[in-house]
């Protein structure tokens, strides 16, 4: 039971600490964009895509695999090759992060003018030592999560966050009064998310110091050469990267597809541009918010299960994987349900009046949310069951899906084909992740089980919340109704959770004060 407890205590913790940081993040952003201006905010983005690209090659699958293999050999009483893997990881892998960081430094002015804006160049400089500092932090992380022990990432996370905030404008803002140019102002900002990494190196190398004095047990003093580790770590990592390059290249090859059609199709240059800076700077936007909750649960449950498969754990496994599949559809299909039918208020609330078309977006991606959320606990699943190349299969057929989509929809739909080829995409995805769970593995919960309560909850929380906007909107405005209905839908969602059985007593006791709440519930 200690595990799983660790998992759904770790996604808690992973799940809170991700929230903060996204309002972190849009406090962040705000007040920038109105020191920097369109402009500047485009030399900060620009430099952003092209840092995150270079994470993407260098770190993305890191994290993951180090988390795994650590968890299998701790779950084996191997302490001792728990923490060779960590270091081996910790000798190989900031090199190639530090390589990486060269070549963007070095390479700022030539790829700065490859995607078109030379004049970011300097804000690229600036953000390049970062990928070296996710590099350690990556491997770091990684360990802690194998532990089980999610508070490091998580405190290392509102690190980066807070230094992007505080120094990221403060250092913008002190650019801005000393007259600097605009390309200089953008730097300052973005060299504040340089600090922040560096600060967070810091943070988790003197708490894997502190961890490393602590006595620890060692069941079995076995422990592999540094060279077989290091080809398992590439193993598990290689696949999750080429999954998340398949997903980076088929969105860039997205942007351009988009734009084309929907030119094809007979609108300007302009009106095109501004019809997918709504849908993917806004409806995109609001459809990642909901992934901040599932990626907590996805990333805790990794280590958990990847030590349960390798001792065979089968009744853990099935506990956790169904444990894992309740919480994510309770979580999501709300969440998609409210975007369904709330969509346009929300955006209209966030945005202003003139995101409507964007509003219409995101009721189309609703159906994509619950989707998306099982993609991710599924990729976590397949990675800890050992069948990491799977997920990548199935995102390379969702990307054809989603590119074929956009060219035969946008020519019949406008703009909306983007969207739902989405859905579509996403559909495809989970229904390969899911198809392959079922076929290597039992655990599995019964759709009856698992889906049928939260969607019927969802659905009827869904129902109510319209009917009190469109009651409440004409007498109080737009903004108070959706608010009042978006607070009223929490409320019948739980009631409905309650009278339909679909809160399980053995899930609330997982959760930190399960035993609590599970009087405050009456289960």
Same mark, same amino acid.
């Given at each position: ?32 964009? #109105?020191?920097?201006?369109?402009? =500047? ?42 923490? !060779? ?16 960081? #060269? ?70 803002? #002190?650019?801005?009064?000393? =007259? ?32 490393? !004095? ?86 805790? +449950? ?35 349900? =409210? ?61 054809? +899906? ?24 996403? #559909? ?96």
């Amino acid at each position: 039971m200690k595990k799983q407890q660790s998992f759904v205590q770790g996604a808690a913790v992973l799940i809170a600490a991700n929230m903060t940081v996204k309002v972190i993040g849009a406090v962040f952003r705000i007040p920038l964009d #109105a020191l920097l201006g369109k402009s =500047g905010m485009g030399l900060f983005n620009v430099a952003y895509v092209l840092y995150t690209t270079m994470l993407v090659i260098s770190t993305a699958g890191l994290p993951v695999a180090v988390s795994k293999m650590v968890s299998e050999s701790a779950s084996l009483g191997r302490t001792r090759e728990a923490r !060779r893997i960590a270091l081996a990881a910790g000798a190989a892998f900031p090199a190639v992060g530090a390589l990486f960081s #060269a070549a963007l430094y070095w390479g700022a002015e030539p790829l700065s003018a490859l995607v078109g804006n030379p004049a970011a160049a300097p804000a690229v400089r600036a953000i390049a030592p970062s990928v070296f500092c996710v590099a350690v932090i990556s491997v770091v992380r990684g360990y802690f999560q194998g532990m089980n022990d999610m508070v490091p990432t998580a405190v290392s996370q509102l690190i980066e966050a807070l230094s992007k905030l505080l120094l990221g404008y403060g250092l913008a803002h #002190a650019a801005s009064v000393r =007259g600097l140019p605009l390309a200089r102002c953008a730097a300052a900002a973005v060299l504040g998310v340089t600090i922040g990494e560096a600060v967070s190196v810091l943070y988790l190398l003197v708490r894997a110091c502190m961890h490393r !004095r602590r006595p620890v047990a060692v069941l079995n003093d076995y422990a592999r050469p540094c060279t077989a580790l290091l080809r398992e770590l590439l193993a598990v990592a290689v696949p999750v990267t080429i999954g998340s390059s398949v997903m980076s290249l088929t969105n860039l090859l997205d942007v351009a597809l988009v734009m084309n059609r929907l030119q094809d199709a007979g609108w300007t240059a302009e009106q095109a541009n501004a019809l997918y800076g709504a849908y993917s700077n806004r409806a995109i936007t609001m459809f990642n918010l909901p992934q901040t909750v599932i990626l907590g649960l996805s990333v805790s +449950v990794l280590p958990v299960l990847s030590g349960a498969f390798a001792r065979q754990n089968f009744t853990q496994i099935s506990r956790t994987v169904g444990a894992a599949m309740r919480l994510t559809l309770l979580l999501a299909l709300p969440a998609g349900v =409210g975007y369904l039918v709330l969509g346009e208020p929300i955006v209209d609330l966030l945005f202003g009046a003139d995101s409507v078309s964007a509003g219409e977006f995101l009721r189309i991606l609703g159906l994509a949310v619950p989707l998306l959320a099982v993609v991710s606990l599924t990729n976590a699943i397949l990675q800890a069951f050992g069948k990491p190349f799977s997920p990548v299969t199935h995102m390379i057929i969702g990307g054809v +899906v989603k590119l074929a989509g956009n060219h035969i929809l946008i020519g019949e739909l406008g703009i909306y084909g983007a969207p739902v080829s989405t859905v579509l995409c996403y #559909a495809v995805i989970a229904a390969g992740n899911l198809y392959t769970v079922r076929r290597y593995s039992a655990s599995l919960p019964a759709a009856r089980e698992a889906l049928l309560p939260p969607l019927m909850a969802a659905l009827g929380m869904g129902a109510c919340a319209a009917l009190l906007y469109s009651g409440f909107a004409p007498a109080l405005g737009s903004h108070a109704a959706v608010l009042l209905a978006i607070a009223a839908a929490v409320v019948i969602y739980a009631g409905l959770l309650r009278l339909l059985g679909a809160v399980h007593r053995e899930d609330v006791l997982l959760m930190p004060c399960g035993d609590r709440l599970c009087i405050l519930l009456r289960l």
